[in-house]
């Protein structure tokens, strides 16, 4: 079974700081240093406010990802206990982003070394003039499973609002449901007998 990472919407106060950590994490690059008119910002989990909660949504790292069978390409796999994608391979066909529940992909601009990547053949000309098109790619949470410390979104959140659900608790906690409703399944013993 694959891990997740959820949030608490009671306890989530909308800081966006699980946002910072998250690109901080998946970055080659101090965040801080970017050019200001091309900002390579784009964090793996999103911070949603409505006027009754706060809270990050990302991945739930679906065991029969829909994502993962719908990409033509091949370019989504299970890595370790996440669902990853290769963004070396994905074409942006944006398949995986329209059939995933939670809305946790999104199409990015790809960058290596600070710089965005550019299309080797689509051109387009937007400001009237001919031009290589930016390169977009599907971009989702991957547990930070490449830094080998866990998810740094719950790690950093200063209310304690993101917790990672590794398979062992989800077997703790079936576990337990499963003695409680043995209890009080006990209290109506004497009418299942008849
Ligand atoms: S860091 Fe924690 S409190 Fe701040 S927005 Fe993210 S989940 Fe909410
Ligand atoms: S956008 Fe990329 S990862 Fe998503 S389905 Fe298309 S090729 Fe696959």
């Not at 074409?91 to 070394?113: D, H, Q, S, Y």
Request: proline share 6%; glycine share 8%; hydrophobic share 35%.
């Amino acid at each position: 079974m694959n891990s997740f990472v959820i949030a608490d919407p009671g306890l989530c106060i909308g800081c966006h700081t699980c946002e910072v950590a998250c690109v901080s994490a998946h970055s080659a690059d101090n965040m801080f240093l970017q050019q200001e008119e091309n900002p390579d910002f784009y964090p793996r989990l999103r911070v949603m406010e409505t006027e009754q909660v706060t809270a990050p949504v990302q991945c739930r790292q679906c065991e029969d990802a829909p994502c993962a069978n719908v990409c033509p390409n091949g370019s989504i796999t299970n890595l370790g206990s996440s669902i990853s994608i290769n963004q070396d391979t994905c074409i942006g066909c944006k398949t995986c982003m329209l059939v995933c529940p939670f809305g946790a992909i999104a199409m990015v601009p790809e960058f290596r070394g600070g710089q965005k990547q550019l299309q080797p053949g689509l051109r387009s000309n937007a400001t009237g003039v001919l031009a290589r098109k930016e390169r977009l790619v599907a971009s989702k949470c991957d547990l930070c499973e490449e830094s080998g410390s866990g998810p740094a979104c719950v790690q950093i959140c200063p209310t304690h609002a993101l917790q990672l659900v590794v398979p062992d608790d989800v077997s703790m906690d079936t576990a337990a449901k499963r003695a409680a409703s043995a209890q009080t399944l006990q209290q109506f013993g004497g009418l299942i007998r008849f």
